[in-house]
């Protein structure tokens, strides 16, 4: 039987939903774990409906958090298996969490962190009808190694949102190195894509990066960005 995700929410600010933000979280954590982002940008986007979905399977390495696919690092293919396996689920929820608020594709904001940013890059691109923006902290743009990896990427692509890719100076989990690496096969792809450095902050958000992201979202909802 398919696995339905589901996860906590956060109802919009001025009480009636016109756009769906969903939180995608990393590996080992769950929604909970996303969901304040949400409070912290209510004010900047009263009509946004909130939801951080939790992924769908345990986690052998936390086992209280959950992962959208395994990490054993013993393949480098690993996470481009890992977010096509695990696209399909997440396909279903967010069309599901539009028809519940009924909301049209174009409504919706992928925010992921992490392996959560690796989903929202892989499936946001995939969309046939482009989300209004995605944003990524401390992920990477999963395509497979080479020149024929990167082209086949491309081919795959059905929708260019505008994307903000966000990451700390001193990550030591996904070095920083992996922003710019993503910025540059995001912009060869034709995707319009903005970043954010955050001076002396490892793997997680800071303030600085948090306030980018609600500012780069608040543009896209009002079709400024």
Not at 112 to 127: E, I, N
Not at 147 to 168: C, D, F, T, Y
Not at 171 to 198: K, M, N
Request: proline share 8%; glycine share 12%; hydrophobic share 45%.
């Amino acid at each position: 039987m398919a696995v339905a995700l589901d996860g906590p929410r956060l109802n919009a600010h001025s009480g009636k939903a016109r756009q769906l933000v969903v939180f995608l979280h990393g590996y080992g954590a769950d929604g909970n774990d996303l969901i304040a982002l949400g409070r912290e940008w209510q004010a900047l986007l009263p009509d946004a409906a909130f939801v951080s979905p939790h992924a769908p399977e345990p986690c052998a390495g936390a086992p209280m958090g959950r992962q959208w696919f395994e990490l054993t690092f013993r393949s480098p293919d690993e996470r481009r298996r890992g977010v096509t396996k695990a696209a399909p689920v997440l396909e279903a929820f967010l069309d599901a969490e539009l028809g519940r608020h009924g909301l049209p594709p174009e409504s919706l904001a992928l925010v992921g962190f992490s392996q959560g940013t690796m989903m929202a890059l892989h499936v946001g691109l995939r969309r046939a009808k482009a989300p209004a923006a995605i944003v990524g902290y401390s992920g990477i743009y999963v395509v497979p190694e080479g020149p024929e990896g990167q082209r086949r990427a491309e081919s795959e692509i059905r929708s260019r949102p505008p994307v903000l890719l966000v990451h700390g100076d001193r990550d030591e989990l996904i070095p920083a190195q992996a922003l710019f690496v993503s910025a540059q096969a995001l912009s060869a792809a034709g995707i319009p894509v903005e970043w954010h450095l955050s001076q002396g902050i490892g793997h997680g958000i800071d303030g600085e990066g948090l306030r980018h992201g609600g500012l780069f979202l608040a543009r896209a909802f009002s079709g400024r960005g």
